[in-house]
Structures are given as structure tokens and as C-alpha cells.
């Protein structure tokens, strides 16, 4: 199992909830679930070897980097 955290800020989580709200291209998320989400999230430990991604990474060399672990290759 290979566990991913996507280290974004509660605002910026918030934010684009909103906007996926407003676009309504994604499937919505209740508001009460949102925040029951929001309340339950915790950063993995270092137990879990968690792949981290954030924002600002650019996704192709992210999963470059990554390939072989997402393909259960090491």
C-alpha cells in the first residue's frame, strides 16, 4: 500500500473545495462532509512512509520521481 499526502493548507483545501463547488465539473462534497473530512485529517506518521506532494510540485516530475514505488517496485 502505498499512502499519499497532499500537504496543502486548510485555506487553500477550502478554496478550492469552493471553487469546485461553483464549477460543478468534480462531484460535490456536502458541506458537512467537508468539514467532517477537515476535522479527521492528520499528516500520516513516519511509519507510514507516506509519498508527500504539494502545490507547488510539478506533477510529472513528481511522479517520475515516485514511478517505481506507485508501481509497487520498491
Same mark, same amino acid.
Given at each position: +500500500?502505498? +499512502?499519499? %499526502? @497532499? #500537504? !496543502?493548507?486548510?485555506?487553500?483545501?477550502?478554496?478550492?473545495? *469552493?471553487?469546485?463547488?461553483?464549477?460543478?465539473?468534480?462531484? #460535490?462534497?456536502?458541506? #458537512? *462532509? %467537508?468539514?467532517?473530512?477537515? !476535522? !479527521?485529517?492528520?499528516?500520516?506518521? !513516519?511509519?507510514?512512509? *507516506?509519498? +508527500? %506532494?504539494?502545490?507547488? #510540485?510539478? @506533477?510529472?516530475?513528481?511522479?517520475?520521481?515516485? *514511478?517505481?514505488?506507485?508501481?509497487?517496485?520498491?
Amino acid at each position: +500500500v502505498v +499512502v499519499i %499526502f @497532499i #500537504d !496543502a493548507s486548510e485555506p487553500l483545501v477550502r478554496q478550492r473545495w *469552493a471553487q469546485n463547488r461553483h464549477r460543478q465539473t468534480r462531484r #460535490d462534497v456536502s458541506a #458537512d *462532509a %467537508f468539514e467532517e473530512i477537515i !476535522a !479527521a485529517m492528520e499528516p500520516p506518521s !513516519a511509519d507510514e512512509e *507516506a509519498l +508527500v %506532494f504539494r502545490p507547488d #510540485d510539478n @506533477i510529472a516530475n513528481w511522479l517520475g520521481e515516485h *514511478a517505481g514505488r506507485l508501481a509497487g517496485k520498491t
